[in-house]
């Protein structure tokens, strides 16, 4: 498919939203189904909207063959204007109109993955966003809603399974070895919620009868070959639907569920209503080829895409400025599930570490680079591009904020009046900001709305700032808070956020101190909640018998960077031995090691050693405490890594920041020596696999133990722990165990690396997902010799290796472009070369998947020499194609501005 070159596509601004001219009330579809030529008639009732001045009707498409359209069953006049279909003539006040549009498409060139594809032998949609219009000419907007019937024709032996949206109404057999099927979908919906399925496909079914006594069919289909790896996913579905009406009340609303899995998917999967397609990678499992991380992510993302059944279909967005208002929600939502089910206060911080972790990795990192934008973005050339962590990640720390506001029974008193005013209608992150305020009259968010919502609004961010004082005359502490949020593109400067802080005190002895602000007369509390709503603000406490070490935002309650001014070491350690906040000692574990390996990256001569004493003292510590599970302290010393490091810095160096990353890992491999062997002996054996998360703890914490073995073997030349990881990678009886062993291998530089890998694709040369993690490993391992990238560009060749797969793609090359940031940054600029290759090849491919491989460069102005010009001249080369997609020219126009 080729698009022209033209003049860059115009930006869509926020503010122009104009209420469509026609509402659409009914859609009747019929497909008949074939690779090349897929016909497609479309029967629409149509309304003009009285509250929009009359025009003529302007209908989306793309790729699309037009072959009749009538009006009122009568032929009409019409015009093609770009990629629009455009009817002048309709006739006057004659609602409701009857239009029929009749088109062709081949589902089998589209290698974007929007609108109608096929995959495997099967035929699949994707229509969010915009992809409808790439299977029949539509008002492709979410404020349009309709209700949809859908009959479905292909031949029976191919594509034995067909399904779309809704209730079966009807199937049978056609004559020609066809079949069809009807399907209708109750619930009025926007276009962007259509699928189909048609494929060789079975399911793995279960019956549900739910609390109100109605019954409900769930069914997850996938290759015949793959029913052994789903139990899991359904698992996953029963717990969400219970997980809902127990803590929001919110029940299935359908007679049947249905989860498709396909391997080409661009992301992770998608909410159709009824009709949920995923990427298999968040379906498949089974212990032999899914890891722990695996296990958890299925269930998080079946969780993420039932919840939006409510959060995002049964309310939907007005217009694709509000995605936050449906995937913030949504993954806020699918946190606190996964949450619930951990269970124990110690498995939900673990949880909470693992979402902190990634939302500071890719979305403050997103926020400081050339995309950043707000979680209500302003303006945008390709709304794709716009499925960001600040959207997701982002938005659901800003829902997270309300709950912390208002607490947990005030955000359901807020969900429920959302649903009570807004159910069945498209709407705005206003509205919803309007009703927790609304349901909570007497919170400080309904005192402080206008400034709460500045988060939908202002991207980057803030950097809260606090410095404590002591007056031991008076037996006060007062803690200043101040905030400050560094420029973003269009937004020179801010307006202070609300910003709730939850915090404690800790005393010398360790243990909390009581919480009296000064003038305050309620029982102290041992945490509370402060509200920093202007640019700065002072809090006294008072009857403080000591110099406390103050505890500050806990469970990370905004999501701003913390500076502690004046705060030594000690403070620090003080809180990594007591703070009653899990992920405050985590937190300060984190912060005394980013110190050291930043101070290391920026002294004039690398030091000898990265870490002080009193640091290792302490991880020591916490590895040796026995009231601390096994997850808690795998994470613990899960050490800053590069892309983290380089956050911190304001001239990025990538091969010394390469260095000293090495340099630490070494280090505390080697000072903990004996931890390491004491830690793997006792957790090395974890019996039958269960996924769940204290075995699993155990299982990160024998691998992380094995791993650091092996990096001391890599310095004493000893070969015996090497040979017990080869030994553990054979005789694994799980993914977790086996990639645990592989890697220690492969981050010991061991022999036995090569020969592992080699097996490993023996074992696994026809599960795809395994694969993909093959590939990946290959991609992000540590480059000590320079060899990576050409070892990734001899993967190109492999014969499982295809650049029409995504989730292949993403494994190897886009893994090796975002995720091994040594072994990309290459004095020689080869790796710059590479990507900018790899770009414009996928861009003829699907400029989806190129525009995300294009952002490895976000941060290139932030590089120092010779890396940032090598860098920007690989940029203009890939900006200098003519026919670049909208979506690839827009992340390189705003790298290079
Ligand atoms: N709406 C999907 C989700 O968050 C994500 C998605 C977006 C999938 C665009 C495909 C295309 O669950
Ligand atoms: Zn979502």
């Avoid at 409701?96 to 099967?122: D, Q, R, V």
């Avoid at 990576?788 to 014969?799: C, D, S, T």
Wanted: overall charge negative.
């Amino acid at each position: 498919m080729f698009r022209e070159a033209t003049t860059p596509s115009p930006t869509i601004y926020r503010h122009d939203y104009q209420a469509p001219a026609f509402w659409i009330d009914t859609v009747d579809l019929t497909f008949d189904l074939d690779p090349a030529k897929t016909r497609v008639l479309n029967k629409m009732t149509l309304r003009r909207n009285p509250d929009v001045p009359a025009q003529p009707l302007r209908l989306d498409g793309e790729e699309l063959n037009l072959a009749r359209v009538l009006v009122n069953g009568q032929g009409t006049s019409f015009k093609l204007e770009g990629d629009q279909l455009v009817l002048e003539n309709l006739p006057e006040g004659a609602d409701p109109i009857a239009l029929e549009i009749f088109t062709t498409c081949n589902p089998s060139k589209n290698t974007e993955l929007m609108g109608l594809y096929t995959s495997e032998g099967g035929f699949f949609t994707q229509c969010e966003a915009q992809g409808f219009r790439r299977i029949t000419y539509f008002l492709d907007r979410p404020d349009v809603m309709a209700t949809y019937k859908v009959t479905l024709r292909a031949e029976k032996k191919a594509y034995p399974v067909l399904l779309s949206n809704g209730n079966l109404l009807e199937q049978g057999d056609l004559e020609d070895g066809r079949h069809f099927a009807v399907w209708h979908d109750p619930f009025r919906k926007p276009s962007y919620l259509f699928a189909l399925v048609a494929a060789p496909l079975v399911a793995r079914e279960q019956r549900i009868v739910s609390r109100g006594g109605k019954e409900h069919l769930l069914q997850v289909f996938v290759r015949p070959g793959d029913l052994d790896k789903t139990e899991h996913a359904m698992q996953a579905l029963l717990q969400s639907i219970a997980w809902d009406e127990a803590r929001f009340g919110l029940a299935l609303d359908l007679e049947r569920f249905m989860i498709v899995a396909t391997s080409d998917f661009n992301a992770g999967a998608m909410e159709n209503k009824g009709l949920n397609i995923f990427n298999t990678k968040y379906v498949l499992a089974k212990p032999s080829t899914a890891t722990d991380d695996d296990y958890d992510g299925i269930t998080s993302v079946i969780g993420h895409e039932y919840f939006h059944n409510w959060t995002g279909n049964r309310i939907t967005c007005r217009d694709w400025f509000q995605l936050s208002l449906k995937e913030g929600l949504t993954v806020f939502r699918d946190q606190e599930f996964s949450e619930d089910l951990a269970g124990s206060p110690s498995a939900r911080a673990v949880c909470r570490i693992g979402n902190v972790r990634g939302l500071r990795a890719v979305q403050f990192s997103e926020d400081s680079g050339p995309m950043a934008h707000p979680v209500r973005p302003d303006q945008y050339q390709e709304i794709a591009n716009f499925y960001t962590a600040t959207v997701y990640e982002k938005g659901a720390e800003v829902v997270r904020m309300y709950q912390t506001l208002v607490g947990r029974d005030g955000f359901r008193k807020g969900m429920d009046l959302y649903f009570q005013r807004h159910d069945g209608q498209a709407v705005t992150c206003d509205d919803f900001a309007q009703a927790m305020a609304d349901a909570n009259p007497d919170s400080a968010l309904a005192a402080q709305l206008e400034v709460f919502k500045r988060w939908y609004s202002q991207a980057g961010t803030p950097v809260l700032h606090a410095s404590g004082s002591y007056d031991a005359a008076a037996q006060t502490y007062t803690l200043t808070l101040r905030q400050s949020c560094p420029a973003t593109p269009g937004q020179p400067a801010k307006q202070p956020f609300l910003i709730p802080v939850r915090m404690g005190l800790i005393g010398r002895d360790g243990q909390a101190l009581p919480l009296q602000l000064q003038g305050d007369t309620g029982t102290p509390l041992l945490e509370r909640v402060l509200v920093l709503h202007d640019t700065e603000a002072s809090f006294t406490f008072a009857d403080i018998p000591e110099a406390p070490v103050p505890s500050l935002l806990r469970q990370f309650s905004a999501p701003v960077w913390l500076e502690l001014q004046g705060e030594d070491e000690a403070a620090q350690l003080h809180r990594l031995a007591h703070d009653s906040d899990a992920f405050n000692r985590w937190e300060a574990a984190q912060r005394l090691m980013m110190a050291q390996a930043v101070s290391a990256v920026q002294a004039s001569e690398m030091p000898a050693q990265v870490l002080n004493a009193s640091t290792l003292d302490a991880l020591r510590a916490v590895l040796r405490n026995p009231a601390l599970d096994a997850a808690f302290k795998q994470l613990v010393l899960t050490l800053p890594d590069e892309l983290e490091i380089a956050e911190e810095l304001d001239s990025v160096d990538p091969q010394r920041i390469k260095m000293v990353s090495e340099a630490l890992c070494q280090q505390v491999a080697h000072a903990l020596a004996e931890d390491w062997l004491s830690l793997y002996e006792a957790h090395e054996n974890t019996g039958a696999y269960v996924p769940e998360p204290v075995s699993a703890g155990r299982r990160a914490l024998a691998n992380l133990a094995l791993e650091n073995l092996c990096r001391i073997a890599r310095d004493s030349g000893d070969v015996v722990w090497p040979g017990k990881a080869y030994q553990r990678f054979k005789d694994a009886s799980n993914m977790t165990d086996r990639m645990g062993a592989l890697r220690a291998l492969l981050e010991g530089q061991s022999v036995l690396a090569q020969p592992a890998l080699e097996r490993f694709h023996a074992l696994f040369q026809d599960e795809a997902l395994v694969l993909d993690k093959w590939f990946r490993l290959q991609a992000t391992r540590n480059d000590l010799d320079g060899k990576v990238l050409g070892q990734v560009r001899a993967l190109l060749q492999h014969k499982d290796f295809h650049l029409s797969n995504p989730n292949r793609v993403r494994s190897l090359i886009t893994a090796f472009c975002h995720a091994n940031p040594g072994a990309f940054h290459r004095a020689d600029a080869a790796g710059y070369v590479f990507w900018a290759d790899q770009v414009l090849a996928l861009d003829g491919i699907n400029a989806q998947i190129a525009a995300r491989l294009a952002r490895a460069m976000d941060h290139w102005k932030r590089l120092a020499e010779p890396y940032r010009s090598a860098a920007g001249e690989a940029i203009r080369r890939v900006a200098a194609k003519p026919d670049l997609s909208a979506d690839v020219r827009e992340v390189v126009s705003r790298a290079l501005q």
